[in-house]
């Protein structure tokens, strides 16, 4: 299957910083990746929908200017949580879609502790 | 936008038992609909999907049901294993929407 992976696995971060979480689809072109958050013991919920070469859209209530999104090529999209705070902490995960079938990869994760 | 319920919340069953778990969703425009497991600490991965033009597909000890008339679509594991203890999530979608919407999860843990 396709392969998607995400870094830094893991970062912890101070107040008032900003952190960067790449997404690579390895072995396949992604012109659509997707960001989720989740929560302890709940779902992935639905930040924002990124497009190569466009500006990304984001769901209701999720502040584009906190939560940076570029696609700049077929295999990376980047998130930037800039002026990070206590209550980003949170399980990041990205997604790609594979072309024009239906089916969605996950990466792996990354998990943000904002001391 | 999708609505989207899944239950149970939790399931418990012994080694070699069968599980159930069922999602209910509310846009008859869905066409597609996956189940996802995620096992702690990791991202969700894809274990079967199936068409609205499909009523059932199966794969291995895995099968997943649709009911389109019903909204609702099912997954079933048979002769489970402890390795299949983790999050299971339905995340039905339509083609006039790119992403995923998911339910809430169902935690399985099968005891040995």
């Known amino acids: 299957g396709a392969v998607v992976s995400q870094h830094p696995s893991w970062v912890i971060c101070k107040s008032g910083t900003s952190v960067k979480i790449e997404c690579r689809s390895l072995?396949?072109?992604?012109?659509?990746m997707f960001w989720y958050r989740q929560f302890p013991k709940q779902s992935l919920m639905l930040m924002a929908t990124s497009n190569e070469g466009s500006k990304a859209t984001y769901e209701q209530g999720v502040e584009k200017d906190k939560f940076l999104i570029n696609h700049a090529s077929l295999t990376l999209s980047t998130l930037t949580v800039t002026s990070a705070h206590p209550e980003d902490s949170s399980f990041y995960i990205c997604s790609a879609h594979v072309g024009a079938t239906y089916e969605q990869y996950f990466g792996p994760g990354t998990r943000l502790t904002v001391t | 936008g999708e609505n989207v319920e899944q239950h149970p919340s939790t399931l418990s069953v012994q080694e070699g038992d069968s599980a159930v778990i069922k999602c209910t969703y509310s846009?008859?425009?869905?066409?597609?609909f996956p189940w996802y497991k995620q096992e702690l600490g990791k991202g969700p991965q894809l274990i079967i999907d199936?068409?609205?033009?499909?009523g059932e597909k199966k794969d291995q000890r895995i099968a997943v049901t649709l009911n389109k008339t019903a909204k609702h679509f099912s997954l079933h594991i048979t002769e489970t294993q402890p390795e299949d203890s983790a999050v299971y999530f339905c995340a039905p979608k339509n083609t006039g929407r790119r992403a995923l919407t998911f339910g809430s999860g169902t935690r399985l843990q099968v005891q040995p």
């Open positions: 072995d396949f072109q992604a012109t659509t």
């Open positions: 846009d008859s425009a869905s066409n597609y």
């Open positions: 199936i068409r609205s033009n499909v």
